[in-house]
């Protein structure tokens, strides 16, 4: 089984601030294989980032994902204040086929 | 544009079996990967499994005894079934699509969901 990580639990920001999440898996995942998302309180999971590094449709430039091997982060470069919300990043390709990181919250400091 | 919506019994007693469906609005069954993830109150995403439009189907093995997805294409519906619930088993329900692609290796996203439906386990 592929155990995804983040950290940090929790990151207070302010707007405009920079924001590094990082995702560790336990094993090498296929930098394809690794997708990000946003979930903001009452609201579904949005698609940020697939294949480690694409940007989904619609999703500003200021989201940007990087990362191989057992090693991926998400970059938020200045925080808009409808970007206050949790991130998840997931995996495909273990087993189970898919999983999810417990979530990083980026909350306003 | 396309939308996913639940239905479903939003109380379903310990023991008994949680039944919900997703109907697509304004898009195909055909090509994707419909899809169930759930999410306790509170707590991270867990997926519980996909259904191919032509019936194939995944399961979480931590859930695979308990779990039975169906798929009727002429109301551009998918269904999951989830058996002797227990309080475990509560939690908001989303359905989704998974888009799997290849590109310099294979890809898998969800990137439709639905808003999701909260279900309780209680009697």
């Known amino acids: 089984e592929i155990v995804l990580t983040q950290s940090p639990g929790t990151l207070s920001l302010s707007p405009g601030d920079g924001a590094t999440l990082s995702c560790r898996a336990s094993q090498s995942v296929s930098s394809s294989a690794l997708a990000w998302y946003q979930q903001k309180p009452g609201q579904a999971p949005r698609l940020l980032v697939y294949?480690?590094?694409r940007r989904a449709t619609g999703i500003p430039d200021r989201f940007s994902g990087s990362g191989s091997g057992t090693d991926f982060t998400l970059t938020i470069s200045r925080l808009e204040p409808e970007d206050f919300a949790v991130y998840y990043c997931q995996q495909f390709g273990g087993s189970p086929p898919f999983s999810f990181g417990p979530g990083t919250k980026v909350d306003i400091k | 544009q396309v939308q996913l919506q639940e239905s479903g019994p939003g109380l379903v007693k310990p023991s008994e079996t949680l039944s919900l469906t997703c109907t697509i609005s304004?898009?195909?069954?055909?090509?994707?990967?419909w899809t169930w993830i759930r999410q306790p109150p509170g707590k991270g995403l867990e997926w519980i499994g996909y259904?191919?439009?032509?019936?194939?189907?995944d399961y979480n093995p931590s859930l695979k005894s308990r779990v039975t997805m169906s798929v009727d294409t002429s109301k551009n519906q998918f269904s999951l079934k989830l058996t002797s619930v227990t309080a475990a088993d509560t939690a908001m329900y989303y359905c989704a699509r998974g888009t799997k692609g290849y590109d310099n290796g294979w890809y898998w996203y969800f990137d439709l969901w639905g808003r999701g439906a909260l279900v309780t386990v209680s009697s």
């Open positions: 259904i191919y439009y032509s019936g194939n189907t």
């Open positions: 294949g480690a590094s």
């Open positions: 304004r898009g195909a069954i055909t090509t994707y990967y």
